[in-house]
């Protein structure tokens, strides 16, 4: 099937059941970006920051750019004017800088927290301690140029599916939890993005309402490297 294809089959499984797609162009051509963009696809996730911008600066300018790979405090900056929303805030430091660059640029930028559920060393994100930590604290407080819409998770890379399962349903909790907490007031904290290619329908039924889907749309990746910023 072709992009455009897989694109059109994707929005008809999900705009109905409410999911949002986000479209995770890494690695790919511009070519195949434009291919799923002509089919409607307005929503695209990068994993680096340089990659990201090199694309930002060639495509149309309605697209909405998503960062879900791991983000350094220094990389901030390059993506502060444009980004739409940043998955993997892993910490209070990396949340103070979006803060500081968002307030250079006159914006609110919107963040998910992302959370460890993998049974993995190789993954990023906080433990469950580590978040309730993080909102109760005045720094976070403090910080009026974010705004935090969800949570974000990355299941363990298994074929169990009984494991992939408890992952996704220990998230929902929390964020259930975390919303009841601390944003009961707040309707804009109102996304999960858990749910990649190889697990998104066992995410969707455990909850999720944003899946970041990569192979199912554009097939496998052909490494590219891009110049350092």
Known sequence: MSIASNISALQQELQPIGVELVAISKTKPNTDILEAYSAGQRVFGENQ???????????????????????????????????????????????????????????????????FIADEDTKFGLDHAEVIELL?????????????????????NTENQKIVKEEFYELKMLFDGIKTTYFRKEDSFNILSMGMSSDYQLAIEQGSNMVRLGSTIFGKRVIKHYKAQ
């Open 49 to 115: 920051v340089q990659e990201l911008v090199a694309k930002y600066e060639e495509l149309p300018k309605d697209i909405q750019w998503h960062l879900v790979g791991h983000l350094q405090t220094n990389k901030v900056k390059y993506i502060a004017s444009f980004i739409t929303l940043i998955h993997s805030v892993d910490s209070l430091k990396v949340l103070q800088e979006i803060n500081k660059q968002a307030l250079k640029h006159d914006r609110t930028i919107d963040c998910l927290l992302q959370i």
């Open 136 to 156: 109760r604290s005045e720094e976070f407080a403090a910080l009026k140029n974010i705004r935090i819409r969800g949570l974000m998770g990355i299941a363990s």
